[in-house]
C-alpha cells in the first residue's frame, strides 16, 4: 500500500496561493496521484490528478519531480470558500489498497 | 452535482435498532464504495463492490453488511446499532475498478443513533 503523508493543517489569507505537499517515498511505477478536497458534510470532490511533471486545470496545479517522492497541490489565489480538507491518494497498482484510506488529510483555513 | 444518489439523507433511531442505507452509482459505473467518516475521524473504508461481487473489505464491522443488486444499487445494512456507530456515511462509485480511477461521492447519509 502506497502510504502518504502530508500536513494536518494550514492557515492562509484570501488571494495567497496554498502550497500542499504530500510525500509518497514509495510510489510504485504506475501509480498516479490524486487529490479530493471535502467541505464539512460533503462527500469528497476530485480535484486533480497527475503521473509527472506538471497537471493543471481550472481549480489547482499539481506539481510532480522527477522522482515522483513528493507532490504538491498549489491552489492559487484562494478564497473563504477554499476553506476546506484536502487529501492526497497514490494510487497503487500493485494492490486496490489506495482507495480504501484517505488518511486525515490537510485542513486548509482560509481568513478574510 | 456527483450523480451519486444517497437516501435518506438523515437517519435518527436507537441503539440495538437497524437501519438501511441506499446508494444509487452514477449511471454506467460498475464500482460502489462505503466509507464511514466519524466526528474528527477521517473517512474509514467499509467495502467495495464491483459489478454485483464484494471486491474489497476494510474494517467493517460484522453488525454491518452491503450488497449490490443486479441494477447496480448498493445497500449498506447496520444492525445492532451502538451509540458509536453514529456518522457520517458516504457512498462512492466509479466506472471500473482500476487503482487510479476517480470516485464519485454521494452526499452522504447523516446516521444519528440514540
Known amino acids: 500500500l502506497a502510504k502518504t503523508t502530508q500536513p494536518i493543517s494550514m492557515d492562509s489569507y484570501e488571494g495567497q496561493e496554498v502550497n500542499i505537499t504530500c510525500s509518497h517515498n514509495?510510489?510504485?511505477?504506475?501509480?498516479?496521484i490524486t487529490w479530493y478536497q471535502q467541505f464539512p458534510s460533503q462527500g469528497p470532490r476530485f480535484i486533480i490528478q497527475?503521473?509527472?511533471t506538471k497537471v493543471t486545470n481550472e481549480v489547482a496545479s499539481l506539481f510532480i519531480p522527477a522522482d515522483r517522492k513528493s507532490s504538491t497541490l498549489s491552489l492559487p489565489r484562494v478564497s473563504l470558500s477554499d476553506t476546506a480538507v484536502y487529501y492526497c491518494?497514490?494510487?497503487?497498482?500493485?494492490?486496490?489498497?489506495?482507495?480504501?484510506?484517505f488518511g486525515a488529510g490537510t485542513t486548509v483555513t482560509v481568513r478574510a | 452535482d456527483s450523480g451519486v444518489t444517497q437516501t435518506p439523507k438523515h437517519l435518527i433511531t436507537a441503539t440495538g435498532q437497524r437501519v438501511t442505507l441506499r446508494c444509487s452509482p452514477r449511471s454506467g459505473d460498475l464500482s460502489v464504495y462505503w466509507y464511514q467518516q466519524s466526528l474528527d475521524q477521517g473517512l474509514q473504508f467499509l467495502i467495495q463492490?464491483?459489478?454485483?461481487?464484494?471486491?474489497a473489505k476494510g474494517n467493517i464491522l460484522e453488525r454491518f453488511s452491503a450488497q449490490q443488486f443486479p441494477d447496480l444499487h448498493s445497500e449498506l445494512n447496520l444492525s445492532s446499532l451502538e451509540l458509536g456507530d453514529s456518522a457520517l456515511y458516504f457512498c462512492?462509485?466509479?466506472?471500473?475498478?482500476?487503482?487510479?480511477?476517480?470516485?464519485?461521492f454521494g452526499s452522504g447519509t447523516q446516521l444519528s443513533v440514540l
Open positions: 463492490y464491483y459489478n454485483g461481487e464484494e471486491r
Open positions: 462512492a462509485s466509479s466506472a471500473q475498478d482500476r487503482s487510479n480511477e476517480k470516485l464519485f
Open positions: 514509495n510510489i510504485a511505477t504506475n501509480d498516479y
Open positions: 497527475g503521473y509527472k
Open positions: 491518494l497514490v494510487g497503487d497498482s500493485r494492490s486496490n489498497d489506495y482507495k480504501l484510506s
